[in-house]
């Protein structure tokens, strides 16, 4: 694998002075430094237009879209179930109802988490997956582990909850701090249980997550380099607030399109904290993040209003044109400073390993 600098990009927005063409035509050739080099100065909605050029091949069957995961083959559906809000709800036969139900109609990832209500999330997605749903589905889980042994028990236990032998995609979680890389990579680490796993075929595909910084992400993305290793996937907050604040899809996204790692969206309304901007709506805060090279974009649902609200987003895509995300982009300027809106990036409210030192081994 040939190494490179990645964190040299990490200016796209601010760095540069030349032309739209220029940056668009770095960016085309995989050279993310010329990117930076080359990009207008201040003009957040070209330089993020030219990105979204890299949307993943797409395909529609019935009401939904299906786009290629980074390099793995597989396709998976453009919305995803988010898992921390399955165990949201009071009755598990309405979980058991919503998840069936989006199975049914197209959607074919499931995201979850050893860590979503002490398991419980798992383990209403393990009953919802019976009677031949399971097979349905494109299943992803994360763990907390910074340890081998505690990655593997992790691990186990996913299993075990979600009723399962194998987990299509296991992701390291909350790659939130500059040493967590390190800690992944370690002799004795996470890794070190992944790989066991994806050679006994407990998982197929590695990737990480994180909602902190870009830098961080960046970070992961070049100790994987040092260690001759690539990930699956990438899992990171993509919404129309980060454009503009500490913003992943700037920093991090031209580099996981240049090594063919699946990008996985998030937090496309903020668990709704966007929609208190009184700048967007929810229908234009999941189009922003469709209209991203996003393999897939996980949202939460705990009702079947949100389920239909994200189904109606994906039959009503349109791919976003410069002038729209200009438009979208310009609203949202203000609201989006010092990231308000987001608060998973600027406090520790959303870092549950940090409340949980124990989760990491």
Known sequence: MQRRTVLKGISVAAAGSGSVLAF????????????????PTGSVAATISAIAQKRPP??????????????TGEEVSLIGVGGYHIGNFKDESDSTKLIRTAIDRGVNFMDNCWDYHD???????????????????????????????????????SLQRLQTDHIDLLQFHENIRLEDPDRFFADGGTRDAFDEAKKAGKIRFIGFTGHKDPLVHLRMLEVAQEHDFHF?????????????????????????MEQEIALLGMKPLAGGAILRSNTVNATECLHYAMAMPTSVVITGMDSMKLLDQALDAVKTFQPLDAGALQTLLA???????????????????????????????
């Open 58 to 71: 797409e395909t529609v069957r019935g009401e939904m879209r299906y786009r290629k995961l980074g390099r």
């Open 331 to 361: 609203r949202t300027d203000d609201a989006a400073q010092h990231g308000r809106f987001e608060g998973f990036k600027t406090t520790s409210g959303f870092d549950g390993t940090a409340r949980n030192p124990a989760w990491l081994g």
């Open 232 to 256: 699956d996937t990438a899992q990171m907050p993509i919404n129309v607030m980060d454009a503009h604040f500490r913003s992943f899809v700037q920093h991090v996204v031209p580099e996981l």
């Open 119 to 157: 398991g419980d999330s798992e383990r209403r997605m393990g009953n919802a997956l019976k009677d031949g749903y399971r097979d349905k589905v494109f299943l992803m889980t994360k763990i907390d582990g910074r340890t081998k042994k505690a990655a593997a028990q992790q691990l186990d236990e």
């Open 24 to 39: 668009v035509e770095s960016l085309a050739a995989g050279d993310v430094a010329a990117a930076a080099e080359t990009a």
